[in-house]
C-alpha cells in the first residue's frame, strides 16, 4: 500500500489534489481512496487531505498517519512541524517552494529525517499557466516525476476532465512544465551522489 498525505491552506484545491490523485492511480490500475478532512474551512486554513494506493481492496478509512509520501503546497506549514511527522523511514516529501531541500530541512527541523525531499515551484508554474495559485497539477505531476504509481499522461488526463476546455489545458501544461524541472532536479541530485560517492572512494 502506498499512503499520500497532502497538506495545504485553504483556497488551494488540497482536496481536489487528492481527488485528482486518485484517479490518475486509478487509471494506473490501483485500487485508490481520497479522504478530505475538513476543520477550518476558511481560506488560508491549514487543510489535510489524504490518498492510498494499493493492488488490493483497501479496507481501511481512517487518516493517513504513516504515509510513505507527503505533498507540501504551502511551504509556511514547514514551520508548524506536522508535515514530517509519522512519515515512513525512506519516504518522500515534495514541496511547492523555489528553496532547497536543505532550506526545507531547516525549516521544518527534520534534518535528520530519512526522506527525500524534492522542491518545486509549483505555484510559480502555475500561476504562469493558469493565472490562479491552484498548484494541484504541478504537484501531482511532480508526484509522478519522482515516482512510479502515476503517470504525467493521467495526471494531464484528469485535469483535462474536470476542466473541460481553456482551465483543463492549462493544468495540463502546467503539470509538463513541473514534471520536467523535478526529473531535472532529480538528475542533478542523482549526479551529486555518484560524485559524493565517487570522492569517498578516492
Known amino acids: 500500500m502506498r499512503q499520500v498525505r497532502i497538506h495545504g491552506r485553504g483556497g488551494q484545491g488540497v482536496v481536489t489534489a487528492a481527488e485528482m490523485l486518485a484517479r490518475a492511480g486509478f487509471l494506473a490500475g490501483h485500487e485508490v481512496q481520497a479522504i478530505p478532512s475538513f476543520g477550518s474551512e476558511r481560506t488560508g486554513a491549514p487543510v489535510v487531505s489524504y490518498c492510498r494506493f494499493d493492488d488490493a481492496p483497501l479496507r481501511t478509512r481512517e487518516p493517513v498517519l504513516a504515509p510513505d509520501v507527503v505533498l507540501v503546497q504551502d ?115 542523482s549526479e551529486a551522489e555518484t560524485a559524493a560517492a565517487s570522492t569517498r572512494e578516492d
Open 75 to 189: 511551504p509556511t506549514l514547514l514551520a508548524t512541524g506536522g508535515v514530517f511527522a509519522g512519515l515512513a523511514p525512506g519516504g518522500l516529501v515534495i514541496v511547492d517552494t523555489t528553496t532547497s531541500a536543505h532550506e526545507v530541512r531547516a525549516a521544518a527541523g527534520a534534518e535528520d529525517v530519512e526522506a527525500t525531499v524534492v522542491t518545486v515551484p509549483a505555484t510559480s508554474i502555475t500561476l504562469r499557466h493558469l493565472g490562479r495559485p491552484k498548484p494541484a497539477a504541478a504537484m501531482l505531476a511532480a508526484y509522478a516525476a519522482s515516482a512510479d504509481d502515476v503517470t504525467l499522461e493521467a495526471v494531464e488526463q484528469v485535469f483535462r476532465a474536470r476542466f473541460p476546455g481553456a482551465v483543463g489545458e492549462a493544468n495540463a501544461a502546467a503539470a509538463q512544465e513541473s514534471f520536467a524541472f523535478v526529473r531535472d532536479e532529480l538528475t542533478g541530485m
